[in-house]
């Protein structure tokens, strides 16, 4: 699956060796295992720790502009 972040404001950082994405109210831990790449389209932050888990499972991280053309990989 995608991960895709598309939500201004969002969060990613890892907990227990899985991606922790959401808000201050709403978050959710998803396995790397079932990711296959992250977009991102919206500003976000995304933890170094949360790069690296990508990194360690070949996760590529594509980011897009606002018409959705890749800005970089």
């Given at each position: 699956m995608q991960l895709l972040l598309d939500t201004r404001g969002l969060?990613?950082?890892q907990r227990n060796r899985c991606f922790l994405v959401g808000t201050e109210g709403d978050e959710r831990l998803i396995s790397p295992e079932r990711v296959?790449?992250?977009a991102v389209t919206q500003p976000?932050?995304?933890s170094s720790a949360a790069i690296r888990l990508a990194v360690e499972h070949g996760i590529p991280i594509h980011f897009f502009d606002?018409?959705?053309?890749?800005?970089?990989?």
């Open positions: 969060v990613v950082r296959t790449s992250i976000c932050m995304i606002a018409l959705g053309q890749p800005q970089a990989s």
